[in-house]
Each structure stands twice: as structure tokens, then as C-alpha cells.
Nanobody, 123 residues
Framework: QVQLVESGGGLVQPGGSLRLSCAAS????????MGWYRQAPGKQRELVAA???????NYADSVKGRFTISRDNAKYTVYLQMNSLKPEDTAVYYC?????????????????WGQGTLVTVSS
């Protein structure tokens, strides 16, 4: 199967920066779209940013110009650089990956979620 390991969350002051990472591992044949979602207390999970296998990106309006998503295909890793953080960015951030992986007895298309990493923006 496929596992995702996220890192980089934490506490930061307003205006500060954080970089999230999400590394995929397992019996992976290929990685397709990769993205970051977030869920704030009492709110629904929302898309923050996504990147296709070809490098095309899209962002939530609320983070445009402040967040940058990127990927390293050789490392099966996606990053989210978050700058000019605001208190309203506080949430659990989840990595999401579309992949083709070996699930015996064949390759399957899977959508995999990370365990989540908490980002808190507060003074």
C-alpha cells in the first residue's frame, strides 16, 4: 500500500512562515495529483492548494500570493510553503495524493490521505 508522512507544522506568529512536507512511500508506480487540504475547528475540510503531475497549480483564493505548492517527483514529496501567515490559517493540514500502486494482485489507482499536521498562527 502507500503511506504518507507529513511534517513541518507548529506554532508561528502572525506574519511568519512555515513549510510543510509530505512524503509518500510504498509500492508506488506513479504519483498523479498532489494537494493540501485543511480543516479548522468547526469547519469543513477545504482545498488549500493542488499540483498536477505536470506541475500545474491551483490555490484557494484565501491563500493566493502567500502559499506556494511544489513537488519533487523523484522523492514522491509535496511541499507547501506558507508565508505571511494569518490567525485564520490555523487548522490541521492534510496531504492528499493520487497514485497508482501495487495492491496485490494488481496495480490500483488510490487516493491517500496523510495523518494531518497542526498549524497554529497566534501571538
Amino acid at each position: 500500500q502507500v503511506q504518507l508522512v507529513e511534517s513541518g507544522g507548529g506554532l508561528v506568529q502572525p506574519g511568519g512562515s512555515l513549510r510543510l512536507s509530505c512524503a509518500a512511500s510504498g509500492s508506488i508506480a506513479s504519483i498523479h495529483a498532489m494537494g493540501w487540504y485543511r480543516q479548522a475547528p468547526g469547519k469543513q475540510r477545504e482545498l488549500v492548494a493542488a499540483i498536477t503531475s505536470g506541475g500545474s497549480t491551483n490555490y484557494a483564493d484565501s491563500v493566493k500570493g502567500r502559499f506556494t505548492i511544489s513537488r519533487d517527483n523523484a522523492k514522491y514529496t509535496v511541499y507547501l510553503q506558507m508565508n505571511s501567515l494569518k490567525p485564520e490559517d490555523t487548522a490541521v493540514y492534510y496531504c492528499n495524493v493520487g497514485t497508482t500502486a501495487w495492491v496485490a494482485p494488481t496495480y490500483r489507482n488510490l487516493e491517500v490521505w496523510g495523518q494531518g499536521t497542526l498549524v497554529t498562527v497566534s501571538s
